[in-house]
């Protein structure tokens, strides 16, 4: 079981979510993909009653999404804390707005980082719409004091 936000995507008509259901047989071997289409704001019956397993598959699209699953006998975050606010995997839920310094001293600006990540401009990533921009033509040796590559004796 699956979600899938489909709210930047160009190309989609119709309801915000997805949720789809890959089930398998393991006696006939036969397969069956049950697809359900909601807008934002629309609960889905649960088949808890029918596959008790998937009650974690649940409560997580539910943490993740904020898809709720009416009838669910114990719908509750599963993923992320319960004092937190939000459903990350949501195409409209803000990325983190505090730039970040890394170890190595590259920095991320929230605003660039994201712009490179929906395809607006290369960003800070270099990506664009899923596809990477350019080929790194440098490359650093790190040396050591006396000129030596990798730290070892020349």
């Known amino acids: 079981m699956f979600a899938i936000d489909w709210l ?74 319960e004092d937190f606010e939000g459903h990350p995997l949501r195409k409209d839920y803000p990325l983190g707005e505090s730039p970040t310094l890394f170890n190595d001293g590259r920095f991320l600006d929230p605003a660039a980082f994201r712009a490179g990540m929906i395809g607006a401009s290369s960003g800070r990533t270099g990506w664009v719409g899923g596809a990477r921009r350019g080929v790194v033509s440098e490359v650093i040796v790190a040396t050591d004091a006396a000129g030596a590559e990798g730290g070892g004796e020349a």
């Open 8 to 81: 930047t995507y160009p190309q989609h008509r119709g309801p915000r979510f997805s949720v789809s259901y890959h089930l398998h047989a393991l006696a006939s071997n036969e397969r069956c993909l049950l697809r359900a289409h909601l807008d934002d704001e629309v609960a889905l019956a649960t088949v808890t009653d029918l596959w008790p397993a998937a009650g974690f598959m649940e409560r997580e699209v539910y943490d993740l999404f904020g898809i709720a699953f009416e009838g669910h006998p114990d719908l509750r975050k599963l993923v992320t804390p």
